[in-house]
């Protein structure tokens, strides 16, 4: 099915990844409204007497988003690495089953009825509310995506998918109901939610997330080897003395905290869960011990190329990058469908 | 020193099943099977399709919980062992092994290596492994292009992989191990799996449709039916014309006059066994707490 072939030694194409990773945030750092030299960047970065309009547009406009949008890829980009090799099924996409909707529901619910629901008991929305409510949406879905999706240990792909669309429907359609009960300040912001965006990232947002993300970044070569096992079958998972029910209940927690994380401040961005663990391992093969951190890297590269071209294209309007991903990774996902049928 | 501590250790036997029943989804799967298996024993598992064969590996392989009863371990009882515990005593080779996602033959195998090492290619044991079941010419293939015997075979290795990482008494259970072999490889490896049962301190319990196989490789055969025990015991007093017509409706017999014991077939017909209720006495060579071949 794969060339052999083409497989490469892993560890160059970590450093690769990681060079294209910062090129790429150079780029983002250079490009903009405002074009800055290499120079200005580095200047505004991290001199003290540098320009404050050089000093203002890096540090509080550029560089939280670079570091949101590379967070938000490498979160996305993991969660599908994790799902897919515990489903043992390359479709196995946060955005495609569900789990990214159902964060984004209840990230909605919370934009649009929160004031009318914190103002009962006489306080305002608490910055946490967003968030707290998209994780645990996003637990909830994986949850019931997990049950619907697996039975008797093994992996139903097609329920699944199914399942996911069905899913996909009812948050649409709660998306719809909240759409309907917005006021036009809220509809904004809806709309930044579901075709997702990173415009509005500031320190605030990526203190809010980063902690999470990066707890995830950091406990997911834990599961690496029990992973790989799982490749070939829960049954000998077993047999070799993984605990894989511990597995799942923990890739099921991270992936909720990794998406619900990223969509609370990203809205919807799919398809890089589906489109960077899948070129992976087209080039370094199946081991979850370089999958997981060269899926990271890939993410957060894809999402940070993504987001400049998003800011680029459109000039000064800008295009949403969640439309972006559905326009790259569609076609994608559909080529991919079409290998597996052949 | 060692032998000392060994010795009383060899007495007892390395796995223990007491009055195992097994019940899923409303159907009895396993009924009140015991069983003790030393170290060096080669046990076939025989009897039908859907007698309860793999089955019973599965609870032996601590898989599946048994409703009752009670499977022990070299004195440690299964509901209790840590699987990485477990994983240092016994290997398992199931049916069937479908990949997820395109593997090498050899990352397959190397999946087999205890903690660590898990997963590294390679290892010298990978490759040891792989030509000992005659498979190291396909290393660097990928699993789904070999065909079904050579998929067994990558299977055998890794299992292999794991079972000689370990130290001391050690089990190892294969559910149909080498029933996509040709019958030369069949003979050899099964020859090979013999001597290593009887050399490296292993018991090993082998689900199996070739009743000559399993009477020139097994030292005992447990045959079983609609998921109980019907008979125990060297292959010459199990595989009689008498049971081998009761369960399996075949009209044949256990031929010893050659170099390897084979079962000459005449024809088949319905079984007894699985037609009437089973019987409330096992027959000879019954299902008996203690083992009663070498």
Known sequence: MVPVAGRLPPRPVLVALGGLLVLGAMLALRTGPMPLSAGEVWQGLFARDAEASVQLVVRELRLPRLLLAMLVGAALAVSGALLQGLFRNPLADPGLIGISSGAALGGIGVIVLGERVFAQWGMAVPGLALPLTAFFCALLTTAVIWRIGNRHGEAHV??????????NAIAMAGVGVLTFMADDGQLRTLTFW?????????WRDLRLVAPWILLVLLAMPMLARALNAVLLGEAVALHLGHDVDRLKRRIVVMCALAVGAAVSVSGLIGFVGLVAPHLVRLTLGVDHRWLLPASALLGAVLLVLADTAARLIVAPAEFPIGLMMALIGGPFFLALLMRRAR | MTTRLVAPLLEKPLLEAREITLVRNGQQLLR????RVRAGERVM???????GKSTLLRVLASEWRPQSGEVRLGGDSLATLPLPALARRRAVMPQQVTLGFPMLAEEVVAQGLPGREAGDSS???VGTQMAWCDVAHLAGRLYNS???????RVQLARVLVQLRAMSGERLLLLDEATSALDPAQQYRLMAQLASLAQQEETALIMACHDLSLAAAYGSRILLLANGECVADGPPETVLTEENLARVYGLDACLDTRGPLPQVCVRGASNPVVLSKPLCAKPLRGQCSLGSDSA
């Open chain 1, 158 to 167: 097609a329920m699944l998918l199914l399942a996911g669309i069905a899913i």
């Open chain 1, 194 to 202: 579901t075709m997702g965006s990173l415009a509005q990232a500031d």
């Open chain 2, 123 to 125: 290892h010298p044991s």
């Open chain 2, 32 to 35: 009140n099977i015991s069983l």
């Open chain 2, 45 to 51: 598992l025989l009897g039908p399709n859907g007698a």
């Open chain 2, 146 to 152: 070999l065909s079904g015997g050579e998929q067994q």
